[in-house]
């Protein structure tokens, strides 16, 4: 093998990590690997060395996942009615307050300085529903505008909101119990 | 005169502030709801750091570190 592809070979198990909390599907995510894998090495050429070789291999991965996506629309989506109807009844009272005080979570710095953060956050999107998950990282990794998830997914923008609200609030409650309220213990 | 919003209310707001363009009106109600409202402030700063926090891992992962 050569070096180049020795190179691309590992890094592969760090894409097929991202791949799966994107699609929250491991043949979809293998796919999308094998594809970005095999792009690369048939046009080694079009990589000039000037950004990190796994920077390079994500741009391709990001076009990869959307082809999946696209692909298995259908099943991608399916699952809408997957979440419980509300989790907004867990946080607020009936007549529209908190139930609890949100926390102070301190300086932003001081957490997004900290690699185990990451590691958390990730484990966080890790554990949304699979169609949160989608959509969530379809909007804050790949960065795609709301209007384009929706047609890639033929969703409409409500649903789009709802399910983005769903997991964001999730998110923050994963945040809190796994990174803020164990920080005593850290 | 219209209710104002409850924290409920302006907490869906505050989220669909991240992927959509609040209307003039919705941006007016929400401002003065979290003026006055201690934990929606709160809720405001949590949010913050979360888009700080992905925006910071997405680098990461894109591979600014080399790990």
Known sequence: MSDFANQVERLRPQLLRFARTQLRNDAWAEDAVSETVLAALERPGSFT???HLKTWLVGILKHKVVDQ????????TVLMGEDDEDFDEALFQA??????MPRDWGDPDAACSQRQFFEVLQACCEGLPP???RVFMMREWLELEADEICSELEITSSNLWVLLHRAR??????LQVRWFDSAVTR | MKNSLTCREATRLLLEDEDRELTTSERLELQVHV???FACQRFVAQLNLMRRATRAWRKHSDGDSET
């Open chain 1, 49 to 51: 060395g000037q950004s």
């Open chain 1, 69 to 76: 996506l696209r692909r298995h629309t259908r099943e991608a």
């Open chain 1, 95 to 100: 007549d529209g307050h908190w139930r609890d």
């Open chain 1, 131 to 133: 169609v949160q998950a």
């Open chain 1, 169 to 174: 609030l999730r998110l923050r409650d994963c």
């Open chain 2, 35 to 37: 003026k006055i409202c």
